[in-house]
């Protein structure tokens, strides 16, 4: 049997309560750093729209540029071949017109209705889902994006074919309305359109076909189609910033009338974009 001094047991009472109160400071502060913390608020529609189409844009620069020069060799190859038929007046104005805005349905439809399909097909919209940014920044800014790249086309295809047609230069400046009204309306349809597509295949045909309604139903003259054709023109986004368009290479133009085509057309982009968003949703949660 062992006998332990008396100091030894009282220093060891004495050193108990220290060490249990370094103990629960331990705990306390072990607590504190366990406290979720409070996560960061969502940010803002305008500076996540920005830059989702600063990072779309520098994207697509290198990948759709030269898509962007077949889109305009297409467009003026077209006004070349038309050129053989038609000689002037109002159906001129319809080839231009509708060969400039196939620029924007190229682009803005075709491309547009590919990327998301493939977005789709390969589990990047998880990349965007996990983004703090609204949905409406996501397809907003890579239609703008989409869009923008059919600026430069979509001018030199309208000066090529007023300068093949005889027409009149004085009212291209409609060309700064058209072009985003339209891109807005075809990058909305072709958004929804890939998003949709239960495949990536089905969504490059159904870009595809967008396209090829708007060459067929936008470059001919309206008063050539057969009657139930012109209905589905109708339904096209493109068309009323085609006949915009057209009617401004009249010498004197129906302003209200194009503002009126202008009009449709921006509403049918707010229609079409809303869709895109609330197909980008149903997309994203699955």
Known sequence: MSIVPAEAVAGESRTAPDTRAATDGADGAD??????ASLAPRARLLPSLAAVYRAQL??????RIPLLFVATFQSVGIMILMRGVVDGGAEA?????????????????????????????????????TLPVPPAAVVLGAAGAYAS????????????????????????????AVIPLSGAALAGLGAALGLLAPRQEL?????????????????????RLPGLITYARDLLPSTYGVEALARSFDRHPDW??????????????????????????RAAVR
């Open 31 to 36: 607590g504190a750093d366990k406290t979720p």
């Open 256 to 281: 209200p009338t194009v503002a009126l085509d202008l009009a449709v057309c921006a509403a049918v982009g707010v229609v079409s974009l809303a869709v895109a968003t609330w197909a980008y949703r």
């Open 149 to 176: 790249f059919t600026v430069p086309g979509t001018a030199v295809t309208a000066v090529t074919g007023s300068l093949l047609f005889d027409l009149p230069l004085t009212h291209l400046w409609v060309l700064v």
């Open 58 to 63: 520098s994207r697509a620069r290198v990948a």
């Open 203 to 223: 969504a490059t045909l159904l870009g595809q076909l967008g396209m090829s309604a708007a060459l067929l139903l936008g470059v001919l003259p309206a008063d």
């Open 93 to 129: 104005r319809a080839v231009v017109a509708g060969s400039s805005v196939l620029v924007v349905a190229f682009v803005a439809l075709n491309l547009l209705a590919q990327y998301f399909g493939q977005l789709r097909a390969t589990g990047g919209l998880d990349h965007y889902a």
